[in-house]
């Protein structure tokens, strides 16, 4: 079925001339028309441009002009992110008359790549606020079942790739917002290295944490979106030009992986489901030629108040002028999140950024006897989005915030699925920059296992 | 970007930290509160403010400073050309 082929297929079908971008457009159109209002998805469905854009795609294949492997291959971009012309909403009241004045880079190399651009996606209020029902647009919701929660923040772009609607979409993680919906909603999603690509144009909440991702339904797509997103790097370390899809092929034979096992057994007990799947992957890895062994690092506890410190002394001085003069404006869950850095001190989060710096030490000697990291991602499978408790609960149990905090790039991925048939998922983590290698066991796991050909039923 | 953002944190639980008496203490919350320019949440959003104000004080709490208070901050300062 078209709405299920991978952006990779979609490239190769146009390459071959046996897919018509326009149809691939129609198609998706028709299923978003179906289905979005049920599933929120989008906050904003470009149909006419998305249909010219696949227009002159079309035209471009006749004539023997082909962009790139993403010409043609349509996208979502996650409503924090600006694009000319268009409403930049952050999901809230706040921004509903904040129209984008230039592109974000991040949309400049998409549009360069020919790549169609297909709307903006929903998402938490700023990235923090959700899943939140006081807002002027409703929650997304997760194709794997309507009643439970997608992930977020970047909640809009989970959905919309989970339930077909897209092959590819950008979200941003400042605390692990593209590897949330990817858990909830079984898909990849991937947090590269803190400047690989540029959070320029995109709505910051905390600018030495956040990260722009990018997610699809399987691993190879990622790397695909990966290598135009890259080229928007300022840092002087990311700019070496890298290929992340060339050597996805080459496995994971010799491959040192060290389990970072005390995350989800010591530091907080997972789900048993969650605890089964890793399990089997350090399996597979093993069939595969990998060396999976025990690591330690510092606990989820070590990393985690650090964190929120930073996250809510950045986010209180985005938003404090708006809090003190509007707070009518923000969701509960936003106001009662972003208010705290206002009750912080310069000196909490001058502490908090020493700290950072000891932590960002402490994963780069893990590096010296592991290749990559294997650790959980979701503590637990997606719960009842309208169920307040288990949403307060399963939230904070996860292991994606200490690669927010030390930069590193963390790939996550679909590992399993629980009774209930939620999908559980898994982090690979790299060396700063080493993305190549982290998305070459990505799709090494992949290719061993049937997770990311499972899609879920949507009536 | 910030899921991880501490709904539960965000829920009214007491400090235990013996420096941050100030959880539970309203007043002492509004003064702060008051100091940060937060009049208008307070006069109608009391209980958001509160709120946040003691989940700052709880991250503070289990918040363990580095044993050097020299060390240089991460990321560290560049110069802008």
Known sequence: MMHWMTASEMSQAYDAGTLSPVAVVETLLVRINALESQYHAFIQIDREAALAAAKDAERAFKAGRRLGPLHGVPVGIKDIIDMAGQRTSCHSKVMLEHIAAKDAPVITALRGAGAILMGKLALHEFAIGGPSFDLPFPPARNPWNIAHHPGGSSSGSGTALAAGFLPLALGTDTGGSVRHPAAACGLAGLKATYDL???????????????????????????????????????????????????????????????????????????????????????????????????????????????????????????????????EDYAEMSRRKLMCGAFLSAGDYVQAMQMRGVLIDRVNHAFASADILLAANSLDPACQIDDVKEVVRTYTRQARVPFNLTGHPALAMMSGLSCEGLPISLQLIGKNYDEVTVLRAGVAFEQATPWHTMHPELS | MAENMTNSLASTQASTHPNTALAGQDQDIQMLAKLAGLEGALARFPEDVTTAAKTALNIRAVFQAPLDNTAELWPVMQVKS
């Open chain 1, 197 to 327: 690509v540029s959070r320029q144009g995109v709505y910051p909440l905390s600018m030495s944490l956040d990260h722009v991702g990018p997610m699809a339904r399987t691993v190879q797509d990622v790397a695909l979106l990966l290598d135009v997103m890259a080229q928007t790097s300022t840092s002087p370390e990311a700019n070496k030009p890298v290929s992340y899809t060339r050597d996805l092929k080459l496995g994971v034979k010799g491959l040192r992986i060290g389990f970072i096992r005390h995350f989800h057994e010591k530091d907080e007990i997972a789900h048993p489901d969650v605890t089964r799947a890793l399990n089997e992957a350090c399996e597979v890895f093993r069939t595969l030629g990998a060396e999976v062994k025990d690591i330690t690092l510092p606990s989820l506890q070590e990393f985690s108040a650090p964190q929120k410190i930073v996250l809510m002394s950045e986010g209180w001085a985005i938003h404090a002028r708006n809090l003190r003069e509007r707070p």
